[in-house]
């Protein structure tokens, strides 16, 4: 709209001659957005971005939309006509704004006020987000529905748990076939690094090229679990591409992340920075190389862009050695496809740079803390989870408040935006998995206290946790915009209220606080309630369900040396649906099993692992610990 509708003359004299306009970043004020949204999509039916609203003076929703052309088409009504017809009913029929006004106010009451009528088991929730996965996978493409098709990498983590919990081999396979199809398509930046917005086909070729933090976190997490628990190189691949393009393009020198990178690098680009003609790909490489390239990455094939087909997204068509027959003999393949990468990133690096958004909002954040520390983990890879701490240092020195939380974001004269739910769960979440990571007792008292601000400050009606809590709110108090509103869905990124839960969850078990779980139990019932038919939009907190009732993993690693360190990277590259892995005892206020603080060493290398409360006997085999966790503890075939 920026380009093509606010662009326009007779648009622009029609806004300066009879409204007053304001332009509202979402990402600075996602409460605002939340409930113009709401709001908007009482009206219409539909949301989405960018979101267009016509306000009365009291700020109140009387009409809107999502997209408006300048003139009539798109099947939409032009922008210049309907800010006429507005002009027109504001100055002739002003009841009729003011019934308009109502009217969305009174949908909304509606639906704050409707319930279901009586709670649902559950495990009935999960069973019903189980069949609505399956039901919804693509078996010819991996992930769920058709296009435009987006990521849902806390479904991929719902199925690994339920592969776990049922031995549902359907599960496992499918979140496997997710992972790698959105890795080897156009989603994934086969040169840089890091996952794009969406893809606009149901086979991941075509991407909508935006880059946007709070997916590649999200992603980065999921390909750690997927990775971890399948042994796969490729994942492995994944997870190291995206930290790698995390730290290039959005890592903040003073510590933390920025927000995103556009799609475009200049007005009516699209996607010219991320795809390739052949004329281009000719210039930078040899011959053989072209060759190999082009098999490869699928250039001339279904990446080609529709508005422009000499412009190519790159994705992986076929396997390395079938690209190779005829150019290169199979151990030349992989050096020769690494050096044609290094000179397309060369070529790429000198064409004008879509813009990064470099705002450190503090849900973002705690979401990278999480993923990075357990990357890091992961990895093997000290200064990843450095990383992650300077991000968790930045944001705890500069807008932690003990009393408040964290506020939303960093501004160059303070922070702002304290009140909001997201923020306070992404970064206890974060917190959390750093506090494991390093056993370091002040990121898991921060990480404790944001959740005792989250269960004080935010419940709402039946439990839920409201957006934002009235009280520690700072934002502009407009259109009500402190009223209850309850962010359940996964839209496709985590909810606050399942965050919370499985935030909860993770707390339980890192400190074996009961108190935690039965704080998760008391959420998780009304959501399920409240959102038992939202299938695939519940992943989330379905499965903070099911973590409820699986018995978490402990690993104590202890004895110092090479064959300690075997053991602690052993430990943390296997995988189990909620794990945590310690390199020693750790200090209080972490707490372990009193079976395990009872098998206290004499300084020999060896690992403890104990599920729930039941500890096995010590390990001292690397190799043993990866199938003792995948067990999770039960009775194995034959013992």
């Not at 009500?480 to 499985?502: C, I, K, R």
């Not at 959102?531 to 379905?542: M, P, R």
Request: charged residues 25%; proline residues 8%; contains cysteine.
């Amino acid at each position: 709209m920026d380009e093509g509708t606010y662009s326009d003359p007779e648009v622009a004299r029609l806004l300066a001659q009879h409204f007053v306009a304001v332009k509202v970043d979402r990402d600075e004020h996602p409460e605002i957005d939340r409930r113009y949204q709401r709001q908007v999509g009482a009206l219409t039916g539909e949301g989405g971005w960018p979101l267009t609203g016509f306000l009365t003076t009291d700020g109140a929703v009387f009409l809107g939309g999502t997209y408006f052309p300048p003139t009539d088409g798109h099947g939409r009504p032009g922008f210049r006509r309907v800010l006429k017809e507005v002009s027109r009913l504001w100055k002739e029929e002003p009841g009729r704004i003011q019934e308009n006004a109502e009217a969305i106010q009174s949908a909304l009451r509606r639906m704050r006020e409707s319930h279901a009528p009586a709670d649902r088991p559950l495990d009935a929730f999960v069973a019903a987000v189980r069949g609505e996965l399956h039901s919804s996978f693509d078996p010819v493409h991996g992930g769920f529905g058709m296009a435009p098709k987006f990521p849902h990498p806390t479904a991929v983590e719902f199925l690994l748990w339920d592969g776990f919990a049922t031995g549902s081999l359907s599960s496992t396979d499918r979140a496997h076939e997710t992972l790698t199809r959105m890795a080897d398509g156009g989603l994934f930046d086969q040169l840089g690094g890091g996952f794009h917005r969406y893809s606009v086909d149901e086979a991941w070729h075509v991407p909508h090229f935006e880059k946007m933090g709070v997916d590649n976190a999200a992603l980065l997490a999921a390909y750690v679990e997927g990775a971890s628990r399948f042994a796969d190189p490729r994942l492995e691949e994944v997870v190291r591409s995206t930290v790698g393009w995390v730290r290039e393009v959005l890592a903040d020198p003073s510590g933390g992340f920025g927000a995103s990178q556009d799609a475009d690098n200049a007005p009516g680009d699209d996607g010219g920075y991320f795809t390739w003609s052949r004329a281009e790909l000719k210039q930078t490489l040899e011959p053989d190389e072209l060759r190999l390239v082009s098999r490869f990455f699928g250039v001339g094939t279904e990446g080609r862009m529709p508005h422009d087909p000499e412009r190519n997204v790159l994705f992986r068509l076929v396997p390395l050695a079938e690209a190779a027959e005829g150019v290169f003999p199979p151990d030349r393949a992989g050096p020769a496809l690494a050096r044609a990468v290094e000179k397309m990133r060369a070529a790429r690096a000198a064409r004008a740079t879509p813009l990064v958004d470099r705002a450190v909002y503090a849900d973002l954040n705690g979401r990278f803390i999480g993923a990075f520390a357990r990357a890091g983990a992961f990895l093997g890879d000290r200064s990843v989870t450095a990383d992650a701490r300077a991000a968790a240092d930045r944001i705890l020195r500069e807008s932690y408040r003990a009393e408040r939380g964290v506020a939303h974001r960093l501004d160059p004269d303070g922070p702002r935006g304290y009140g909001l739910l997201e923020d306070q769960v992404a970064m206890a979440a974060g917190l959390l998995e750093l506090a494991g990571v390093l056993a370091e007792p002040k990121y898991l008292e921060t990480a404790l206290s944001l959740l005792g601000i989250v269960d004080r400050e935010f419940r709402g009606e039946d439990g839920l946790l409201r957006d934002l809590a009235p009280a520690l709110y700072d934002g502009p108090a407009v259109a009500g915009v402190t009223e209850p509103s309850y962010p359940l869905e996964d839209s496709p990124h985590l909810s606050a209220n399942a965050g919370a839960a499985l935030a909860f969850v993770r707390a339980a078990s890192l400190t074996h606080d009961e108190r935690w779980t039965e704080k998760a139990r008391d959420l998780l019932r009304p959501v399920a309630r409240r959102i038992g038919t939202a299938g695939l939009f519940a992943a989330g907190s379905a499965l903070a369900v099911g973590l409820l009732d699986t018995p978490p993993a402990t690993v104590v690693v202890e004895g110092r040396g090479p064959d300690a360190e075997s053991l602690l990277l052993a430990a943390r590259r296997a995988w189990h649906p909620n794990v945590w892995v310690f390199a020693g005892h750790p200090p209080p206020p972490f707490t372990l099993p009193g079976e395990l603080e009872a098998l206290r060493g004499e300084g020999t290398a060896r690992a403890l692992v104990c599920f729930g409360t039941s500890c096995a006997p010590p390990v001292g085999d690397p190799a043993a610990i990866a199938p003792l966790l995948a067990g999770g503890g039960r009775p194995m075939p034959g013992s």
